[in-house]
């Protein structure tokens, strides 16, 4: 029976035969070329193979007789996981041309087989040596062909020279290291070369310890990229000190690269809120999370997006807006293309206000509200407002909130009528309201 269904598998059209096993698991795929010549055969198309996962690493010898196996020669992705340790490889197309190169003297560092035609390098939870951390920035350096790094979890980064990280990361186009141990003098001499680079335009340092770094000197790093996020992550603290955050936003206001900051969990209170607002409202994306707000400022930021900014899209988490005028933050939401305003003790006018501004808003596309322990009472929002709003856009999720039966009969129906992805968590329904 089992073969029948086999065989009637391997009699499908290709086209569709490689669309199902699209779908499959790199191990049930690599089960499925061991049933037989033919399964094997239709099953090596390269679509199939792009991302391959290992064990182990593989030596330069043995990574170019891996490439030359049919269905691996278009590989683009690797990746490793071992005892925790995941490593993604991502290559330019055709790692087979590159890999038959004249081999280039060693440096030393287990991904050496690798570098050739590395395009993307992806460590997490990496504990490799000092020595291996060395020669990976070297390769950078010498190379020159890798433009993305993502390290996460980093502890033994003591015994990197900050010129050798430095010299290596301003050479990249994005990096991401978050939650490493870099130190003040490593820190400052990335952001140092990184504010002249001529190639880097995105970093994400969340994480990183910068208490005692110059905030002037991180944010003429910003100004010279477009994406830049310094926020906590799991148990680092950013802990910038109040008189950085105050220079940080000084040299930011005059950037005209900069276009998305994450500063998520910094207590950014110490900034006059007109610095503030000048700096923000120039940018396309603001993630503001439990940043201790003060009134100024969240009053200064709403009242901005309200009248004119750049902003397309804002996450504003865990901040007060309740001494906010429900009429600025509806007419600020429905400026927006995508809006986040969890946990940030919103009465019921200013649910009401949203509603009725994003459903006639030209932009709105995207709207998570909620996650109010504080309150989450929908009570004024009109049903019909509701589903309007609903059906208009993309996504929504709404979070910690008390709807209505004609409310929750009215979203239902919204989702029956639009391709719109809709998120309901722990919403409660009030059955009495029509009593």
Known sequence: LLQEKMMGLLDLPQEILIKILSYVSFADLLQFVLVSKTACDRASAHTLWKCVKLKTFFNEETFRQFLEIERYSKVQILEVERKGQVILLEFYPNPLSHAKEVPTEDSGSFLDAYFKNLRKLTLLRCVAGCEDWNNIFNQIIQGGKLKELTVCTWFNCDKTPEDLLANAIARLEKVKMTETSLDRDQLTAIFTTGAKSQSLTEADFSGSQVHNV??????????????????????????????????????????????????????????????????????????????????????????????????????????HV???????????????????????????????????????????????????????DLSLVIPEVLGDVISRLRSIRMKDLTLSQDQCMRAISATKQSPVYIDFKMFKVNILCNI
């Open 214 to 319: 110059s905030g002037s000197l991180i944010g003429k790093f910003a100004t010279n990229l477009t994406k830049f996020c310094l926020g906590s992550m799991g148990s680092h603290k950013c802990m910038m000190a109040p008189r950085e955050n105050e220079a940080f936003f000084q040299e930011i206001v005059s950037s005209m690269k900069l276009q998305y900051l994450d500063l998520s969990k910094c207590n950014l209170r110490s900034v006059d809120e007109t610095v503030f607002a000048k700096a923000v409202l120039k940018l396309k994306v603001l993630k503001i999370e439990w940043s201790k707000l003060t009134r100024e400022q969240t009053s200064a930021l709403f009242t901005g997006i309200a009248k004119k900014s750049s902003l397309e899209e804002l996450a504003f988490v865990g901040n």
């Open 322 to 376: 309740d001494h906010v005028q429900p009429t600025v933050i509806g007419r600020a939401v429905g400026t927006l293309t995508k809006v986040t305003l969890e946990n940030s003790w919103m009465s019921v006018d200013v649910f009401k206000e949203i509603f009725e501004n994003a459903k006639d808003s030209k932009t709105l596309r995207e709207m998570n509200i909620g996650g109010d322990s504080f309150g989450g």
